[in-house]
Structure formats: structure tokens, C-alpha cells
């Protein structure tokens, strides 16, 4: 027997138990809803059906019955810990930079040596139940993605076809080995522009340069100025990057770097899922839909300090540019 599910209910599932409470499918003879026949297609108990549906004295209601949700559930956390020093705190940081709570809580236990009073999970509610007053509409916007699910679509691949690649499985690729760098481009408004972006696995150090045009004899310019500029001191490894057309020149891309180039499959992003977080960083400042013609190259160096010299708890609280210089020094 499938164990049901005593989840909270979603506006979607809200919406779906009103259209399950006017269907006569899901009536019994007298007229009444069959909460047990409900809770069967939604997966949760019949006891639950029923005290959402009498959550309302009056007709169940989706988005009423939500907003009664988060007015009880906000009524509920705990204010006590809250003083007015971590709200103020809080608040300042968020309205400044693109901090998730660990490194919120990571840089005030810093600060004022003493503990942070609640949890970084306890301090994403109090986020979302809009503890920090009103201006916790834009506070929240600046919270970094809690993740990423990536979909795999089924549509036709018109990025051509590279011959004769080496595939990421062939790589002699041991983590946390510094050298290793993931490979992409963010691309602009309308397809008009890019900006490529190499990271190195370890330290998550990223390099980010405008692309005057989106094609690969671009692509290997601009590698050639990174590492002749940026990189010269770095053994590079190996390169792990996508099968766009923009990459298709890479036998001389490996002569630039002195290093074998390995590709993704096709459609398969978590396999360079470093580069692709780094980059979910970047969109926080320069989001989808921006001309990067518009954009000068000193503005894109601006975000990128700010993101190699943010403390990641990942890499014990260490930026990715101290890490970085730490084992090119090695």
C-alpha cells in the first residue's frame, strides 16, 4: 500500500481538491463530498481533505482557503528570537548583496562574535512569511535559487553536429583536483549577444568576457586573451564544456590551452553543473533578456569580483579567489 503524503497543501492541489468537491465523480449518494474517494487521488488521508475543506466556515475557496494558510502559519512561528539587531542586520545585507542565509548568518556570527539565534532554514521562512515588513517583497528577490531542477526536452538539435570529440566519461577526472575547468556562454537578448564563462572546478574561480560575436573563431580569441592574461600561471588539466556550435573549433581551442577538450552528452547540463550554478549567480545581476552590447566589459569584471570574493561555505567559508590563488601559489 502507497503511504500517503500529510504535506502541506499548494494553491495547484487547492485549486484541484475545488474542482474534486463539485464533481458529482467524487460524490456519495446524499450529495455530500467523499472525502476517502479525494484523498485517494490526491494521496493524502481522508481526516486531511476534511480539515482543509473546514478550514472556511463558508464554500471552500483556493485562494481563500491559501491565504488562511499563511495567516495561521505566520501566527505561528516564534518572534521571541527575532531582536531588532539581527531584522536590521538582516535586512541591510539583503538590500545590498545576493547573500543566501548560511553566509547571512555565517557573516553576523562573524561580525559580532556570537551566535546567529535560529537556523538558516528557520531564517528562509521568516524570509517568506514576510517577518521583515513590508519591504520583504524585494528581500526575497534577493535570495540566490535554492536550486535547480534541470528538464530534459525532447526537440529537434540544431546546433550541428562536432565530429570526433572526446566525451567526458574519457576523462582521467579526479574531484576536487585543481586545474579542471567547465566551459560556456551566457548568451543575451534576442541571441545578439554573449559573454563566456570558465570556471575552475575546485574553487568555483570564474572568468566571464563579452564575445563580440557568438560563433566559435570568437570563442577562441577570447580563450587565447584568458589565458594569456588571466591564466598563464595555471596548469590547466582539461576542459569540460557543451556541444554548441561555439566550441566546435576545438582542436585549436586545445592547442590555446595545452589541454584535451571533453564535452557533455547532448542535453545534459548537470555535467557541468559548476559552471552552470556560477552562472545562476551571474544572472542574478545580468538577467535574461540583457543586451550584453550594452554592457561594458569592466561592469562584467564589477560582478564578477563581487562573486569570486563572496565566503562560500562550501569551500569553508573561503572565497573562490582565495582558494584559487592558494593552489596557483602551490
Known amino acids: 500500500m502507497k503511504k500517503k503524503k500529510y504535506k502541506h497543501f499548494s494553491?495547484?492541489?487547492?485549486?484541484?481538491?475545488?474542482?474534486?468537491?463539485?464533481?458529482?465523480t467524487f460524490k456519495k449518494k446524499n450529495g455530500t463530498p467523499n472525502y476517502s474517494k479525494i484523498a485517494k487521488v490526491m494521496n493524502k488521508s481522508p481526516n486531511t481533505i476534511r480539515l482543509e475543506v473546514e478550514r472556511l466556515k463558508e464554500e471552500y475557496d483556493p485562494e481563500k482557503a491559501n491565504d488562511d494558510y499563511k495567516k495561521k502559519r505566520k501566527k505561528s512561528i516564534k518572534y521571541t528570537t527575532i531582536t531588532k539587531k539581527v531584522v536590521n542586520y538582516v535586512k541591510k545585507i539583503l538590500s545590498k548583496k545576493s547573500y543566501s542565509p548560511r553566509l547571512i548568518i555565517y557573516e553576523y556570527e562573524k561580525k559580532y562574535n556570537e551566535k546567529f539565534p535560529f537556523s538558516h532554514?528557520?531564517?528562509?521562512?521568516?524570509?517568506?512569511?514576510?517577518?521583515?515588513?513590508?519591504?520583504?517583497?524585494?528581500?526575497?528577490?534577493?535570495?540566490?535559487?535554492?536550486?535547480?531542477?534541470?528538464?530534459?526536452?525532447?526537440?529537434?538539435?540544431?546546433?550541428?553536429?562536432l565530429t570526433n570529440i572526446r566525451f567526458i566519461d574519457e576523462a582521467e577526472h579526479e574531484k576536487g583536483t585543481f586545474g579542471w575547468f567547465q566551459m560556456d556562454c551566457i548568451v543575451g537578448k534576442e541571441h545578439k549577444s554573449a559573454c563566456l564563462t570558465i570556471t575552475e572546478e575546485k574553487s568555483l574561480y570564474t572568468i566571464c568576457f563579452k564575445l563580440n560575436q557568438h560563433n566559435s573563431e570568437e570563442v577562441n580569441k577570447v580563450l587565447k586573451s584568458i589565458i594569456r592574461n588571466k591564466l598563464y600561471k595555471v596548469n590547466i588539466k582539461g576542459i569540460i564544456t557543451d556541444q554548441g556550435k561555439e566550441f566546435s573549433k576545438w582542436k585549436e581551442m586545445e592547442k590555446i590551452t595545452n589541454a584535451n577538450v571533453y564535452f557533455c552528452d547532448a542535453g545534459t547540463p548537470t555535467?557541468?553543473?559548476?559552471?552552470?550554478?556560477?552562472?545562476?549567480?551571474?544572472?542574478?545581476?545580468?538577467?535574461?533578456?540583457?543586451d550584453f552590447n550594452t554592457v561594458t566589459q569592466k561592469e562584467i569584471n564589477k560582478v564578477m569580483k563581487i562573486i569570486n570574493e563572496k565566503p562560500r561555505p562550501s569551500l569553508g567559508w573561503l572565497s573562490s579567489k582565495e582558494v584559487f590563488l592558494q593552489n596557483i601559489n602551490i
Not at 535559487?145 to 550541428?160: E, L, N
Open 11 to 24: 494553491l495547484d492541489e487547492r485549486y484541484k481538491l475545488k474542482e474534486y468537491l463539485i464533481s458529482e
Open 271 to 290: 555535467q557541468k553543473a559548476k559552471v552552470e550554478r556560477i552562472n545562476r549567480d551571474i544572472r542574478e545581476y545580468l538577467p535574461k533578456g540583457t
Open 121 to 161: 532554514m528557520t531564517l528562509y521562512k521568516y524570509i517568506e512569511y514576510k517577518v521583515f515588513d513590508d519591504e520583504n517583497t524585494e528581500i526575497k528577490k534577493k535570495l540566490p535559487f535554492k536550486g535547480k531542477k534541470y528538464k530534459t526536452k525532447k526537440r529537434k538539435d540544431d546546433r550541428g553536429q
